[in-house]
């Protein structure tokens, strides 16, 4: 039976980043990782591209929830202790500088995930934070004061512990097992699958501002949009995966989607185009590009609007200026099941939110049982918002646990 202070489960950011503060607070503690596979941080070293998406540049704690379909609610008190501007001076403090980019995400400088990692494993190593690679852990039990943790390779006896497994549906049935209750998990960040004519063949086509509705819901997002191999994707697509999380596991991601691309009403488009026909009578439509649109998504939408190459503008009738309003203000397209975004993928469930003290993040259930990151019911849109939550809930954690 191996003894620690404080036993962290899970190798990953909010593990780590929470070892790491409780050690520095309190180096009279022995704090331990335990990490079931033969790796660290794997999840930090894909994030962005292998840029490591640190977090975002939004520093008002009203506007950073507002990117967490769940756990906004529960976030905004943690995000006046701890949070942007904490991260970057966090950071900074061990030689780990940030860049904001025009999106607001924030990269180290070096524009390498290899910095954070080096980053946590010389600062874990200099607080002296121990690292067992290999440890599956299969149960936890509570006696009196003190946690028993049975692992693959031996128990471990821990007056304090730290759950930081991120979705791990092993570790949410342990903790079933000890009280608590879990949200089913569903993927959250995904693409969608589409096959369409009208995007056909234009795969890197991106539409910079545009309108996504979920017909027959309340659900919508706007933002870039992003024309694959295998549907759509970027900002537009995955907020709306997002927010929509629950409700398109439901109908087994099998549904219809309507999009402005221009972000007009039809009413208005539609006085636009009657304009273009007197203002560009002798061009054809299918050349004359508008609304700052990309000139191959232009023209598979004039295609789609019952005109040829060759139509004028002078030509097109009442029904062709139609058709083309709708297809710029109201296409509707089939989304035929998903695709996981990059290697990254965020899951929506876990430990339910009102079995929490957010002031700590602290178990509700038992006593000096501690929760952060994605172990939690709580998930985010792409651009650094998942680590921010890791960064938050870890630092409010390990700061109670050292006390």
Known sequence: MIIKDVIIIGGGAAGFFAAINIAEQNP????????????????????????????????????????????????LGPFHQFMTGDTIEWFEKRDVELKIEEDGRMFPVSNSSQT???????????????VLLNHSVKTIKKEVSVFEIDTNQGNFKSKKILIATGSNPKIWNVLQNLGHSVSQPVPSLFTFNISDERIKEIPGVVALNVEVKIVDTD?????????????????????????????????????????????????????VLKGFKHELSKKTVFKSTQFDLPKRLWQKLVLASDMDSETRWADLNKNQLQNLSNQLTNALFIVDGKSTFKE???????????????????????????????????????????????????YLAAHNISM
């Open 28 to 75: 009279n503690l022995k704090v331990a990782i335990l990490e079931r596979g033969k790796e660290v941080l794997t999840k930090v070293k894909v994030s962005g591209g292998g840029r490591c998406n640190v977090t975002n540049a939004e520093f008002i704690p009203q506007e950073l929830v507002q990117n967490y379909p769940r756990g906004y609610k529960e976030l």
């Open 116 to 130: 954070i990692i080096d980053c946590f494993l010389n600062e874990a190593k200099k607080y002296k934070v121990e």
């Open 219 to 271: 659900l919508w997002s706007e933002g870039p949009l992003l024309i694959t191999h295998w549907g759509m994707s970027a900002p537009a697509i995955l907020k709306l995966s997002a927010f929509g999380a629950i409700e398109l596991a439901k109908r087994d991601y099998k549904f219809q989607i309507e999009i402005n691309f221009i972000r007009k009403s039809f009413e208005d488009c539609f006085d």
């Open 344 to 394: 990254e993928f965020v899951t929506a469930g876990g430990v339910n939110l009102k079995e929490v003290n957010f002031k700590t993040f602290e178990s509700k259930l038992h006593k000096n049982m501690y929760f952060a990151g994605e172990v939690l019911n709580i998930d985010a849109v792409t651009g650094g918002f998942n680590f921010q939550n890791a960064w938050t809930g870890a």
